[in-house]
């Protein structure tokens, strides 16, 4: 019998050996995932973006100073033409990844249904097989706390929050997410049963305080003044240099949090130093990527 627990089988099974199931309409499958397609190059590229300065179900696990910048309206750092494209190629493998649930026989329902927890909006992924699912494309550092259950205590993005909400909103007692990572193509699911004796306590304890979090969140955000800074700056090996870890460099609002902030384009991509005792043998570049 298919359920989530089988997907990732069913799907390795559908790509080596082409056999469909029979009743499924793959015509349908495919021209879905055309029109879902399109809508995203519409949304990121060909219509102009939406005023994004709210809280909502896929950013509620951010930090809170993160929260209260965007609540706040200030502008961060505009995203890079590249890191657009790498956003909208994610999207692309999430579409990809559930067409390939659908053509391996799998029952997808309520795909991007709108969903609110006490005021905060969100749009659910989807369910597979009665199983509330957040589909994620990945890095291979990322899906490996997918694959061996550590997301929960290492989160940075707020993954965990953001299923919560969804889980709360629909009263789901399992849920989880289906992971692909973007650079080999591997596939994993994390999933969680809230009645499964089985699993640690700290884990139940763990995931049913969402609507605390949002309570807390709303109190965050109506603050004259922004929280304190999410992480303390690190150093950068033996230099007596001091860079941001690895959560600041991938916000928005660094720059708002260390003016003094310099950026070095390391071959390996920019590393974002708060202190600068010896000055590194690479290009620096200013905020806007200009060569300094």
């Not at 100073?65 to 999207?91: A, D, N, S």
């Not at 597979?128 to 694959?147: H, N, Q």
């Amino acid at each position: 019998m298919k359920s989530i627990d089988t997907v990732v089988e069913d799907i390795y099974n559908l790509v080596e050996t082409n056999d469909i199931p029979e009743g499924v309409d793959v015509d349908k499958v495919l021209d879905d995932l055309a029109n879902n397609i399109k809508s995203i190059i519409k949304s990121v590229i060909v219509e102009p973006p939406e005023d994004k300065r709210t809280v909502r179900m896929s950013n509620i696990g951010k930090k809170d100073r993160q929260l209260w910048y965007l609540h706040q309206g200030v502008k961060g750092e505009p995203l890079m033409p590249h890191t657009r494209i790498k956003f909208l190629y994610g999207h692309f493998i999430e579409e990809m990844v559930l067409a390939l649930v659908k053509l391996s026989g799998h029952e997808v329902t309520d795909e991007q249904k709108k969903v609110e927890v006490a005021g905060i909006r969100g749009s659910m992924d989807c369910k597979i097989d009665g199983t509330l699912i957040d589909v994620k494309s990945t890095s291979s550092y990322g899906f490996k706390k997918f694959k061996d259950g550590t997301l929960i205590n290492d989160d940075p993005f707020g993954y965990v929050d953001q299923i919560k909400g969804y889980a709360e909103a629909e009263k789901a007692k399992e849920f989880g997410w289906l992971a692909m990572d973007k650079t080999n193509g591997h596939l994993t699911v994390l999933k969680y049963d809230m009645e499964d004796e089985s699993k640690p306590y700290w884990t139940k304890l763990n995931f049913f305080r969402i609507l605390d979090r949002i309570k807390y969140i709303k109190k965050i955000i109506a603050m004259n003044k922004p929280p304190e800074k999410c992480y303390e700056p690190e150093p950068d090996g033996k230099s007596g240099n001091m860079k941001l870890g690895l959560g600041c460099s991938y916000c928005q609002y660094k720059h708002e949090c260390y003016p003094e902030l310099r950026t070095f384009l390391y071959a390996n991509g920019p590393r974002y130093l708060t202190k600068v005792v010896k000055k590194p043998d690479v290009i620096e570049v200013d905020r806007d990527g200009n060569k300094v």
